[in-house]
């Protein structure tokens, strides 16, 4: 077992040595291709060389510090970098600079993603609605990041409809299938066919979550009850 992730791991590094020595040779044949400095970053990234990757951004960035696109996608590459590495006020810094209106959804939607990362749930519910209510490639995402900050907040049915909405799209979603499931066991109702379709898809990734599954339930029931609490005062003031 030992040898044969020993090996594995060997292939591996093979693997990203050739694509890193093809991506510098793009990068030496085309140097204002700011998209060959995107890649080469991201796969990085991927690696889980995040200082390199930082490094790379950073310079490119300078490189192109007169050219406002190439500019705009190299600091989208240095904020995932950064969310990448847990560093997320950082990363913050570099999506909020972005002015390219093809990126600024995809920027809006890492903004949301850090703020939920830290737990501020109400931040990343104000982007996310943002770019869940925009149409276009990152509405999906979005509406699943607003029905994981709803539910995080616990407001589990104003989050089962934005996970509704993913699975109007999207209904094989493993992510938003397992929290439809929770919500209707929370509320007491039936959430089997959610649970088995999130099964269906990730199997794997069932058995991890369902292990959880008292957990999580008894702090959504705690944070629902706050919740109606909440409701019930603001009732009373008016």
Do not use: C, W
């Amino acid at each position: 077992m030992a040898a044969k992730k020993a090996h594995e791991k060997k292939q591996a590094t093979q693997k990203l040595d050739r694509s890193v020595k093809k991506l510098v040779k793009a990068i030496d044949q085309q140097p204002k291709n700011a998209e060959n400095y995107y890649a080469l970053g991201m796969l990085l990234t991927d690696a889980k060389e995040y200082q390199q990757a930082e490094e790379l951004f950073k310079r490119a960035i300078n490189f192109f510090t007169t050219e406002k696109l190439a500019t705009d996608l190299l600091l989208y590459g240095l904020g995932n970098v950064l969310y990448a590495d847990g560093l997320y006020t950082e990363a913050q810094q570099y999506f909020k600079q972005i002015k390219q209106k093809k990126l600024k959804m995809s920027a809006y939607l890492m903004i949301a993603q850090t703020e939920y990362a830290q737990d501020n749930y109400q931040q990343a519910l104000v982007f996310g609605l943002t770019v869940a209510e925009k149409p276009g490639e990152n509405q999906i995402a979005g509406n699943l990041l607003v029905g994981e900050s709803l539910l995080a907040l616990g407001e589990l049915k104003t989050a089962a409809v934005y996970f509704d909405r993913v699975l109007q799209v999207q209904p094989t979603d493993f992510q938003a299938n397992f929290q439809r499931g929770i919500i209707e066991m929370v509320l007491h109702r039936n959430g089997s066919k959610f649970f088995e379709q999130a099964k269906q898809s990730n199997p794997q990734k069932f058995i991890q979550q369902q292990e959880r599954l008292t957990d999580i339930e008894r702090v959504l029931v705690a944070k629902q009850q706050r919740s109606n609490q909440k409701e019930s005062g603001n009732d009373s003031k008016q």
